[in-house]
């Protein structure tokens, strides 16, 4: 069966447990549209998704065994999906908080579970699409929870010195993330250790770094040209030089997104 979300395109499909080798069925995403200058995403550098349905197709979990891990993980079967268990139904959020479990059993890397972590963070965020404001503590202890749980893992990761990696783009993720936490000393501290390697905009680190100075704990959305500088680059070729801006942009270059609405 397909689902179409948003041009978001989502099929059964027929998956093998790399654990137990039980065939099972689970819906994974096979389309979606491409990034473009408008396209929604925050200064954690996550794309936001109209449907949490949508991130939750990108974990599998098996229901003999209920090893949960990235979908791509598992190995296609070729049985008609309709003829084989379905994986277990769980609020799409739990399915990322399965996998950290599964992650940490298995003695997985810290920066693993932390890409899983922070996907739960966004995807219990999309479950909020179009929420009315009597949701909005619910909201908010849930966005608290799983931002706790990523800044753990994340800093876990950082905290080991023997993995290769773009370490200043962490370090910035990180910033980011303890400064929608409330956590704004140490968010800095994060923010100073970004440096040139991390391949993001000066003006982007430099506004969230004074986001966090002025105790600004609300989720950021990138306006498109800082989407199209991270996500488009142009070829160097056809670059022409950018003048460096003489000071930090605006609040209205970067918006902040509605804490009730974050995903809308």
């Known amino acids: 069966m397909n689902i179409e979300l948003h041009d978001f395109v989502i099929k ?7 654990m137990c080798q039980t065939p099972f069925a689970t819906p994974l995403l096979m389309a979606m549209p491409p990034i473009k200058p408008q396209t929604v995403i925050e200064a954690d550098l996550h794309r936001v998704l109209p449907d949490a349905r949508i991130r939750g197709t990108l974990i599998a979990i098996c229901p003999a065994c209920i090893y949960t891990w990235w979908a791509t993980a598992f190995v296609p079967h070729f049985f008609i999906p309709d003829l084989l ?9 739990k399915k990322f908080a399965h996998a950290v479990l599964t992650g940490r059993k ?3 890397h810290a920066l693993d579970r932390a890409l899983l972590a922070m996907n739960g963070l966004w995807c219990a965020r999309e479950t909020y699409t179009g929420a009315g404001p009597d949701k ?3 909201y908010k202890a849930d966005n608290e929870r ?8 994340l800093e876990e990761a950082l905290n080991d010195e023997t993995w290769t990696g773009n370490r200043p783009r962490y370090n910035y993720i990180m910033g980011e993330l303890l400064r929608q936490l409330g956590d704004f000393h140490k968010a800095v501290k994060y923010f100073d250790m970004v440096d040139r390697r991390c391949m993001l905009p000066k003006q982007l680190v430099r506004h969230q ?5 002025n105790g600004n704990s609300e989720p950021t959305t990138l306006p498109p040209f800082i ?7 142009k070829p160097l070729i056809d670059r022409e030089p950018e003048p460096e801006p003489e000071e930090t942009p605006t609040v209205a270059q970067f918006p902040q997104t509605q804490a009730i609405n974050a995903v809308s």
């Open 136 to 138: 909005l503590e619910q």
């Open 209 to 213: 770094r004074q986001a966090a100075i």
């Open 146 to 153: 799983w931002l706790t749980l990523s800044v753990q893992e």
């Open 227 to 233: 989407v199209e500088q991270i996500f488009l680059p």
């Open 106 to 108: 298995h003695g997985v």
């Open 85 to 93: 268990v379905p994986s277990p139904e769980i609020e799409q959020p």
């Open 12 to 18: 059964d499909t027929s998956l093998i447990c790399p």
